[in-house]
């Protein structure tokens, strides 16, 4: 008999899970708690080899398939002006383009939408399986794939604990025709860092919503890390334009205008700053959150998230990101005439 297997959580992650044991000959069912099919999460995804080895080894899909590609790495200086860059490839895709691909290859009647697991049970050969809407199921295996809040972790290792990591993250795109072609070509060719007080910036293109890689037609997914106390600045944050906190992320467009605004008040104390040499086009036209950017654009996907630590290894872009932002940290050290208030 084929072994059952029940994968916790329907995302990249679980997603996977299922497409290998079930090519492994599993009878594999998923249960995902959302009740509607999932939408873009995250947005951009450094693409590392892990990401992708399902889709090219077994799914026959190319790389060039569900990834932009960048040829450089660039820092900026406040100004927009180039302070550094060298050539680098990096592949990017979208959080979409990874699910959807996945999504296509697996058996949709086995990918259960609005199937919340709400408790398991071992004995000594199942699992037995509970779900929200009362019923339930064995399995020989459970998967728990079932994101950073984990019903799993929280039972199997009760000890281990996210704790938060000391900077959120405001992240978004931008649809690469909206913006001057002079920005489109400085973001299109790179991922794009800039090192400012107590934060630091990525951008750079992913697929569009359809899954476009063709420049000009996919979207520009930028990401600012910024540096927030824990307590009543953090809380203060965490709550959107509702009233209700949320302990992880705020969906797009949740984040008060009071927010928004402060990080436009950042951005322009820094943008002062850097007056004296600006003459970059990135300067002009940063693509950054304002207050104007609260609007809807076409793939706006504007949302702000707190990085939790947990304890796994997460091949996430922000943990790149963080690795060139020590190393861009390191460069500004040693640039002359750096201003220490606002790099
Ligand atoms: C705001 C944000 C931005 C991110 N940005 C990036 C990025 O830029 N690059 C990157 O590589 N990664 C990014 N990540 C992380 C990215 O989302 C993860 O790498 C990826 O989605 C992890 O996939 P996963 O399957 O492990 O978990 P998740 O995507 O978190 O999925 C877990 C799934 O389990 C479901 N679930 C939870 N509990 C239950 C339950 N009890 N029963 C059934 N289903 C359940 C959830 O509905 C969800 O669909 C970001 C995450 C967030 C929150």
């Not at 107590?198 to 037609?217: F, K, M, N, Q, R």
């Not at 996919?218 to 203060?236: H, I, M, S």
């Amino acid at each position: 008999m084929m072994p059952r297997v029940a994968v916790m959580g329907g995302s990249v992650g679980g997603l996977t899970a299922a497409l290998v044991l079930r090519d492994a000959g599993c009878d594999v069912t998923v249960f995902e708690r959302s009740s509607a099919a999932l939408q873009a999460r995250g947005a951009g995804i450094a693409a590392l080899e892990a990401t992708l080895r399902y889709l090219t080894e077994r799914g026959g899909r190319q790389v060039a398939d569900v990834c932009s590609s960048t040829n450089w790495i660039r820092f900026l200086r406040a100004d927009g002006g180039v302070r550094h860059e060298q050539r680098h490839r990096y592949l990017f895709s979208s959080w979409n383009t990874i699910y959807r691909s996945l999504l296509g290859l697996f058996d949709p009647a086995r990918y259960l939408l609005g199937r919340e697991v709400t408790g398991f049970s071992p004995s000594a050969d199942s699992v037995r399986v509970t779900l929200a809407d009362g019923s339930a199921t064995d399995a020989d295996l459970l998967v728990c794939a079932d994101g950073v809040s984990s019903l799993g972790r929280a039972r199997l290792l009760p000890e281990v604990r996210p704790s938060y990591s000391g900077y959120v993250a405001w992240r978004g795109t931008v649809p690469e025709q909206a913006l001057p072609a002079t920005t489109r070509e400085r973001f299109g060719d790179a991922i794009t860092y800039q090192v400012l007080k107590d934060s630091h910036i990525l951008v750079y293109p992913i697929p569009g919503l359809d899954g476009a890689l063709t420049p000009g037609e996919r979207l520009v997914n930028f990401v600012w890390y910024v540096n927030v106390a824990e307590g009543g600045e953090l809380d203060d944050l965490m709550t959107g334009q509702d009233g209700i906190h949320r302990a992880v992320s705020l969906p797009p467009g949740a984040a008060r205008q009071s927010a928004v605004a402060a990080m436009a008040r950042r951005r322009a104390r820094c943008g002062r700053r850097g007056r004296a040499d600006r003459a970059g086009p990135v300067g002009a036209r940063p693509a950054r959150p304002r207050p104007g950017a609260a609007r809807p654009v076409p793939g706006d996907r504007r949302q702000l998230a707190v990085r939790r630590h947990v304890p796994a290894r997460r091949p996430t872009a922000h943990l790149r990101a963080l690795r060139a932002g020590k190393l861009a940290s390191r460069l500004l050290s040693h640039s002359p005439g750096r201003d220490p208030s606002c790099p």
